[in-house]
């Protein structure tokens, strides 16, 4: 009834408005003429004329404000489009986002530095590794990252049997392959660039030997045959890069 | 001055902050906010004020303005005129005892007007002022400022519905208000 009322009052509205003469109909009915009666009233009321000093002091005020926006503007490194209140924002929610993944990532990949095979991060560290590989464009580049993981697999082996009493095959046969594509790099390289390269092989190889043994000290006796293997894949790799050995292109290859 | 046709073209120049495209804009929107905010206020200085307030509001806003016609650009600006007086009503809060003395009356229908023309003009005046707040925006949007129903529910950002609805209590508390019949403590919500 109410929205009835209501329609028909906007009716009379829309006709007295646009001055239609179908209005007086509406203005003889008791309910919605006095009320559209009103309306006429309100309609004819004057507008007030605005002072034109005020609108000349408001039109100065908005050339100054525009002045200033646009000498703030020149020192955007944005386009207007990109600086709306809700883009920023956005952009801002965006940037937040990125840099909390950033942060996560990279905490995470710190982290996994010292992690130990069986642990969650270990995985982590392995695929930074492969990407630091996939990254790293220069033969010699790769060959310093392949004698580092090997130095790392010795290392996580070291600890896996100072604080676990265990040993991991693969570990082993990672530090025993890293250390065989190093040496396959560093055979193709040119000399001067070959050198340091291949003190640090060397350096590398004599050091596997050294640790190996003592661990092969402290394993049971399950665990001596693939670490002997190691140890000799190790002195054969130091002795061809010691030159004691005739072929320099064939690196030994550790236990299966 | 130009026509509001090229409204369109000028809000593009004004977004690029350009001081005369803005200063245009003023100049076709001046009268229009001025009498929006004169009939809600109801005091020559403050209409001046809040209206040089609104202006300055569009420079700060402009780029976010999505105008795709002139009446939608008039309706984005009566919004900032909108809540430029209800901030300053929340300011005053003396919302319910506007003086009415002779600075505040406008120039009604020439000085040679009758004197009783003059008299219920007045009297119609301070009675809108007496209606609620959105009653108030319904009546002088749609009968002083001649915006469609459409128009004010964008600005309100209410129904098509809702504005009938506004529009048809707005005028029967004005009513009741003119024919002694209603105060200001019979505001309708």
């Known amino acids: 009834m109410k929205e009835n009322l209501d329609h028909a009052l906007d009716e009379g509205l829309t006709r007295l408005l646009a001055g239609d003469e179908g209005v007086e109909e509406s203005l003889a009915q008791p309910q919605l003429g006095p009320l559209l009666r009103l309306a006429r009233e309100i309609k004819a009321l004057p507008r007030p004329e605005p002072n034109p000093r005020a609108l000349r002091a408001t039109q100065a005020r908005v050339r100054e404000a525009a002045k200033l926006k646009q000498q703030a503007g020149r020192g955007g490194l944005f386009p207007h489009w990109l600086t709306g209140q809700r883009v920023s924002l956005a952009l801002a929610r965006v940037l937040a986002v990125v840099i909390a993944i950033a942060l996560i990532g990279f905490g995470t990949v710190v982290a996994s530095a010292d992690s130990l095979p069986h642990s969650p991060l270990y995985p982590v560290k392995r695929t930074t590794e492969r990407v630091q590989l996939l990254l790293t464009f220069s033969p010699g580049g790769k060959a310093q990252l392949h004698l580092s993981f090997a130095e790392r697999r010795l290392n996580e082996t070291m600890r896996l049997m100072s604080c676990c009493q265990s040993l991991d095959d693969a570990v082993l046969k990672s530090m025993l392959e890293e250390t065989d594509l190093a040496i396959k790099i560093i055979c193709t390289l040119p000399m001067p660039e070959a050198e340091p390269l291949l003190s640090k092989a060397t350096e590398l190889t004599a050091q596997q030997q050294t640790c190996l043994s003592q661990v092969r000290d402290e394993a049971s006796s399950e665990h001596w045959c693939t670490l002997d293997e190691a140890i000799a894949a190790c002195r054969c790799n130091e002795q061809m890069l010691t030159g004691e050995a005739p072929d320099m292109h064939q690196p030994v290859v550790g236990p299966d | ?189």
């Open chain 2, 1 to 189: 001055m130009p026509p509001k046709s090229d409204t369109l073209a000028l809000v593009e120049r004004a977004k690029r902050y350009e001081p005369q495209a803005l200063a245009e804009l003023c100049q076709l929107y001046y009268r229009d906010i001025y009498s929006y905010i004169y009939y809600r206020v109801s005091n020559v200085q403050d209409a001046e004020d809040l209206t040089d307030d609104v202006f300055l509001k569009m420079v700060e806003a402009i780029r976010s303005c999505r105008a795709r016609e002139e009446r939608s650009f008039l309706a984005w600006l009566f919004r900032i005129a909108n809540n430029s007086v209800v901030d300053y009503y929340r300011r005053r809060a003396v919302r319910n005892h506007l003086p009415l003395d002779e600075k505040h009356l406008p120039v009604y229908a020439g000085p040679e007007a009758p004197v009783e023309t003059k008299l219920t003009q007045e009297r119609l005046q301070q009675a809108i002022l007496k209606l609620t707040e959105e009653q108030q925006q319904a009546i002088i949007l749609r009968f002083i400022e001649g915006l469609s129903n459409a128009e004010i529910a964008h600005i309100l950002g209410k129904s098509e519905g809702a504005i009938k609805s506004l529009q048809h209590r707005g005028l029967a508390s004005l009513r009741r208000i003119l024919e002694g019949r209603g105060d200001l403590n019979e505001r309708e919500p």
